[in-house]
């Protein structure tokens, strides 16, 4: 789902895998100041981490989550075309969202989805590791009640209706 916030790097992303969100360990999300960016060994992964200003203590969750995409802002006509394309571009490409959802998590959430499957007529089903500094976040994004608004993707052309995210995995800071 191309989402605002979110970079396609497919060669960088394809290297990185999930250790660009498995710096794990905790930050007080209340200060002002910028977060110590992460220093993985690798120095791929360290520019990544600079570049999307990746914290060095975070929380980490993983999962699954489903959405629909539709036509248009009604969200009544589903958007096969869209759908389709942006499954395609996720398991070719991968995609980093260096500020995820920021109009329902605010500022801060580091997303990275790399599998995407159709799992029924107008669902798609997507795999994801995602983290943050504020732990108060990582609990939002794992609660089943959390509602997302409707959300536009303009290479896709289609709006998408994200469903609760199943969080299989959660690592707190060590």
Known sequence: ????????????LAALGIGVV????????????????????SPLLAE???????????????????AQGYTSEAARTLSVEGMKADCDNINLNKKLAADFRSDVFG???KGFFYKCQRVGQGLNKYWFTISSANHA????????HTKYPIV???????????KPFTCTSRVDPS
Do not use: K, N
Request: aromatic share 6%; proline share 11%; net charge negative.
């Open 152 to 162: 536009y993707d303009a290479p896709h052309h289609t709006y998408w209706l994200d």
């Open 1 to 12: 789902m191309v989402r605002r916030g979110i970079w396609i790097a497919p060669l960088l």
């Open 22 to 41: 498995v710096a794990v360990s905790m930050a007080d999300a209340g200060t002002a100041q910028r977060p110590e960016p992460a220093t993985p060994d």
């Open 137 to 144: 976040q990582i609990d939002t994004l794992c609660d089943p």
């Open 107 to 109: 500022p801060g959430m």
């Open 48 to 66: 990544v981490a600079e570049q999307i200003a990746l914290p060095a203590r975070t929380w980490t969750a993983s999962g699954t989550h489903t």
